[in-house]
């Protein structure tokens, strides 16, 4: 699998350049890193474990897929003896939120005051 097929962009565009959140958004823009997010929601795993849910992926196409993740500050690694874990890091994830989600909610609330309003 070649690198733009794992990071879903080209080299010109490479998730290590650009803004942090342009980071989070390529990172989330690739169904494989949405659903190792999923896995890591209910806690922290080994990279091994990692690769145990994806039995589809070789462990080099998961680690390559883990590194964009890594880049986004989705994920962070901490290395326990010979293993490295790895932890959600929801920090990125908020910041888009609190950016984009927040305001459209919010806008979305007062229409819907204002219609009730009427």
Known sequence: MS?????GSTDADSP??????D??????ANSTRRRMLDALKSGSCSTGQLCEHFPEL???T??????????????IGTR????RHLTLAPLPIKRIH?????????????????????
């Open 16 to 21: 290590a350049e650009g803004s942090d959140d």
């Open 58 to 60: 070789d462990r080099t």
């Open 23 to 28: 980071r989070v958004f390529k990172a989330l």
């Open 98 to 118: 609190d950016r984009w989600i927040g305001e459209y909610a919010r806008a979305a609330v007062e229409l819907l005051d204002e219609l009730d309003s009427k």
């Open 80 to 83: 326990i003896g010979r293993e």
């Open 62 to 75: 998961v680690l390559q897929h883990l590194r964009v993740l890594e880049r986004a500050g989705l994920v």
């Open 3 to 7: 690198s733009q097929q794992v990071n």
